[in-house]
Nanobody, 117 residues
Framework: VQLVESGGGLVQAGGSLRLSCEAS????????MGWYRQAPGKQRELVAT????????NYAESVKGRFTISRDNAKSTMYLQMNSLKPEDTAVYYC???????????WGQGTQVTVSS
């Protein structure tokens, strides 16, 4: 599975961005997809996940109510709508695909999100 993120950039606090993650290859093997982020000097952390078939979502507490994860199965693409962005949201955002056993099938290359105060 190959994953390509896009949509990062520089935005002021309170602004919005939408990230995209397009999957290719053995997409039939993807059971769920997720967004993760890694800030400088910190470990990579979960942002949100979505189950492909049911659309069930899961969010980190820090982004609940501000971020929305969604998917377009026809386009093999996952999105992350980020609203009310804060400087602490600044990080490199990565997407991944997960198999039915929770195994990671692949990671994207990452996209930088910078929120200025």
């Amino acid at each position: 599975v190959q994953l390509v993120e896009s949509g990062g950039g520089l935005v002021q606090a309170g602004g919005s961005l939408r990230l995209s993650c397009e999957a290719s290859g053995s997409t039939f093997s993807i059971n769920a997809m997720g967004w993760y982020r890694q800030a400088p000097g910190k470990q990579r952390e979960l942002v949100a996940t979505i189950t492909i078939s049911s659309g069930r979502t899961n969010y980190a507490e820090s982004v609940k109510g501000r971020f929305t994860i969604s998917r377009d199965n026809a386009k093999s693409t996952m999105y992350l709508q980020m609203n009310s962005l804060k400087p602490e949201d600044t990080a490199v955002y990565y997407c991944n695909g997960q198999g039915r056993l929770g195994d990671v099938l692949g990671w994207g290359q990452g996209t930088q999100v910078t929120v200025s105060s």
